[in-house]
């Protein structure tokens, strides 16, 4: 009874350690930086050698990414067009690996500072996109300045831009009425969304750059970050459709191109499915060529990929700065919500591996940073191995709105930003001083 008893306890560990195992290679086997973040003596060596936080890039995950996109739209539409989303990361070192791996590349910038870093990775403006919103006129005349394809929020900014000069291309951007993104502060459009025209208004906007003596148009779409179902996608391209042959039959313009934004979603989680780009861009093509059969003279499809660009290549190499059991069980590392915002703002989940020997789960903790806020947590009620002081810890998947949402509350410097190439490393952006931070004081 008893060698029964301590065989069944056996068993049940062995099984218990198995499962464990088992999820563990399972989790692991869905990122494509596993093997590179198990690399114990290189992540070591970048912590030795720029300090914690960093943000860590992968160049071949980069290079990838953008070759998969720019090859599968290449396959399906006749004519493409990539305009790079710069708000997720305008690291101008990143920018310029992505225009090296597909030369035409374009920018999508919100702001002057993104024009600026498209133009420091050698970016031509006329391939940019500029989708300003509630943009000031000093924006506006910036953006005309560099002949940058404007694109415009709202009838009442092309009245203003009027006022500073006439481009010879335009294109505004609609607000269908619906949008989607992974979480409700990500969904950029429909009735609770800031951004866009109504549809029922935007033959408006157009009529009115047509009558000032415009003739080139475009028209630009983005509903949401974050999006990994195809069926959505088919729902989103086949809506922007109906409204792009509504204006140009009312007006008799033809559209040059067609902006379906940003929004590739990527899998945060290892239960996500990765948008199977073959599948969803034969549909889309289908979709808008079903609706202009005359390929030669259909509008470009263009594409403003953020998070399915850089988001998966970067990383966040923390170390363990203190352990606390308190009502719950804190892991204190040296990333807080300054460093990554989407935990704290959106509530979004980021995997986490322990560099080196990961070990079995050992409990329930939350992340959290230094920052005196409650909200500052990387990971809440997240399974986790033992730490102690001074493991370091990798946050994956924060390539894409990662360094380019940390900020300096509690007078924090920003992290170091480096650049992986096998197990070479470089530099990209130095680690911010407190100094850096009182720079504009004039003290
Ligand atoms: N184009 C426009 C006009 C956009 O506003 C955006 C993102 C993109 C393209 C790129 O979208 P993506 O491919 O990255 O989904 N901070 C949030 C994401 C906000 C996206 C805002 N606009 C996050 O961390 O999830």
């Given at each position: ?106 920018g999508d910038c919100s702001s002057p500072g993104e024009i600026y870093a498209a133009g420091l990775a050698g970016i031509d403006p ?92 475009g028209l630009q779409c983005m509903a949401g970050s974050g999006n990994l179902d195809e069926d959505y996608w088919e729902e989103l ?207």
């Amino acid at each position: 009874m008893a060698y029964s008893s301590t065989f069944t306890y056996d068993l049940k560990q062995i099984m218990n350690k198995f499962r464990l195992q088992l999820t563990y290679e399972i989790r692991m086997n869905t990122h494509p930086l596993r093997e590179l973040i198990k690399d114990s003596e290189l992540m070591s060596s970048i912590a030795q050698s720029y300090g914690t936080p960093s943000y860590i890039y992968e160049k071949g995950q980069i290079e990838n990414n953008v070759k998969r996109l720019k090859n599968t739209l290449a396959t399906y539409f006749e004519k493409s067009h990539i305009c790079y989303a710069v708000k997720a990361n305008s690291n101008p070192h990143l920018l310029r690996l992505m225009k090296s791996a597909h030369p035409e590349l374009g920018g999508d910038c919100s702001s002057p500072g993104e024009i600026y870093a498209a133009g420091l990775a050698g970016i031509d403006p006329k391939d940019c996109i500029y989708t300003g919103n509630y943009e000031s006129n000093s924006d506006i005349a910036m953006a005309l300045k560099k002949g940058v394809y404007l694109n415009l929020d709202d009838e009442t900014s092309f009245d203003r831009l009027l006022k500073i000069g006439k481009p010879k291309r335009i294109s505004f951007r609609l607000n269908p009425g619906f949008g989607k993104g992974t979480f409700s502060q990500i969904t950029t459009a429909g009735e609770n969304a800031k951004f866009g025209i109504p549809a029922e208004k935007i033959i408006n906007a157009y009529k009115k750059a047509q009558d000032a003596g415009i003739r080139q148009f475009g028209l630009q779409c983005m509903a949401g970050s974050g999006n990994l179902d195809e069926d959505y996608w088919e729902e989103l391209l086949t809506a922007i459709l109906h409204h792009t042959k509504k204006i140009e039959s009312s007006l008799g313009i033809n559209f040059e191109f067609i902006s379906i934004g940003g929004g590739l979603g990527i899998p945060y989680k290892d239960e996500d499915t990765p948008l199977n780009y073959n599948r969803l861009f034969a549909k889309l093509s289908n979709i808008l060529y079903h609706n202009y059969p005359e390929k030669a003279s259909a509008p470009s499809l263009w594409v403003e990929p953020g998070k399915s660009f850089i988001g998966d290549a970067g990383f966040i190499l923390t170390r363990v700065t203190g352990l606390k059991e308190s009502y719950k069980n804190f892991v204190g590392i040296d990333a807080g919500m300054e460093t990554l915002m989407r935990p704290a703002l959106y509530g979004a989940y980021h995997r986490m591996i322990k560099v080196g020997e990961h070990g079995e789960n050992n409990g329930s903790y939350d992340f959290t940073g230094p920052i005196c806020e409650n909200t500052d947590r990387i990971a809440t009620a997240r399974e986790f191995p033992k730490v102690t002081e001074g493991d370091l810890i990798a946050i994956l998947d924060a390539g894409a709105y990662g360094y380019a949402m940390s900020h300096n509350f509690n007078t924090r410097p920003r992290a170091a930003e480096v650049l992986l190439d096998g197990d070479t490393h470089q530099l990209i952006r130095k680690r911010e001083t407190i100094e850096d931070i009182f720079f504009g004081c004039n003290v």
